[in-house]
């Protein structure tokens, strides 16, 4: 049997704008989803949702990568199990990560020799496959780990904060929020295009302050970031309280990570701070995940 498994990310800037061709930064962060494969006669999924074979209902991202590997191996069985840290559907790379560790599981059992740029190229053509449109961000920080600008792929330093996420629960459509935005941009270009290129600069300018270690400026940024997601209509009132509850108890900067309209937010926070910023985002309703930044991308375990 293999395990592998892949960690989830948040972003620290530039979702949404990203999709635009304007620079994202990205961070993978130490919560994972495990996979493990066995040889069988059959093919057999089992996850938290059931057992399937090949299916696209219940497992569409395994799926595709099963099938995508009959096309190059003589894959005809296996036994897939998979075990995920990662809240599903809310912005953290769920499905990037499950998709990464599949594809590195699958080349370890059948020696495919994928190198890791392969996995991120095969995992974003997957998510595309699935979902009909994605940026890469997702599956090439999940397979690289660490903080990454998108698109230059440009590693940056670990972030030494403490990481403090709030999950609202609330279901958000991806596809149906950057469809959203692309309406508001199509009906308003000379308004929303310099909020798009504004979050761009965003993360120009947070390179610098990331690698600097300026966590204070890091924050007023985030902040800036988060008043420019509200204003392209992907904030909702949850995610408001969480940012506001996370900033009023010391974080250096809260926003939302991911495509918004529900699903998560994230603060960074200094270490001292991260109980009091938990505490305070678990009071204004919100699931809460504490945890940190990583620079260990997919692996076989
Ligand atoms: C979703 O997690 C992030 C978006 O920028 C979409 C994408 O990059 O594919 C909203």
């Not at 392969?118 to 009909?132: F, K, L, N, P, S």
């Not at 509850?245 to 960074?268: D, L, Q």
Request: proline fraction near 3%.
């Amino acid at each position: 049997m293999i395990i592998c498994s892949a960690p989830g990310k948040v972003y620290l800037f530039g979702e949404h704008a990203v999709v635009y061709g304007e620079p994202a930064i990205c961070c993978a962060v130490d919560i994972r989803t495990r996979v493990s494969v066995a040889p069988a006669d059959s093919i057999t999924i089992s996850s938290s949702l059931g057992t399937t074979g090949i299916d696209f209902e219940t497992h569409p991202y395994v799926s595709a990568v099963v099938e995508r590997f009959q096309d190059i191996s003589s894959l005809e069985g296996v036994s897939i199990s998979i075990e995920s840290e990662i809240p599903v559907g809310s912005g953290l790379g769920s499905s990037a990560a499950v998709t990464i560790a599949t594809i590195k599981a699958l080349d370890a059992l059948l020696g495919t020799d994928l190198e890791l740029d392969d996995v991120a190229r095969t995992g974003h053509e997957v998510e595309q496959r699935i979902q009909g449109a994605a940026s890469q961000t997702d599956t090439y920080v999940c397979t690289m780990g660490g903080v990454v600008m998108i698109p230059q792929r440009k590693g940056l330093d670990l972030i030494d904060c403490g990481i403090v996420i709030g999950n609202t629960n609330i279901f958000s459509s991806t596809k149906e929020l950057v469809a959203n935005v692309a309406e508001l941009n199509e009906s308003f270009p000379d308004v929303i295009g310099p909020v798009l290129s504004s979050i761009g600069k965003m993360s120009v300018t947070g390179e610098e302050l990331v690698n600097a270690k300026d966590y204070v400026s890091v924050g007023k940024l985030m902040n800036i970031n988060q008043g420019l997601l509200d204003a392209i209509g992907v904030g909702c009132s949850e995610l408001s309280s969480f940012t506001y509850a996370a900033r009023n108890s010391g974080a250096y900067g809260a926003k939302i990570t991911g495509a918004g309209g529900g699903g998560c937010m994230v603060a960074i926070a200094p270490h001292e701070r991260v109980d009091g910023v938990a505490a305070a985002i678990a009071i204004a309703g919100g699931e809460v995940v504490v945890t940190k930044a990583t620079d260990i991308g997919v692996r076989v375990e």
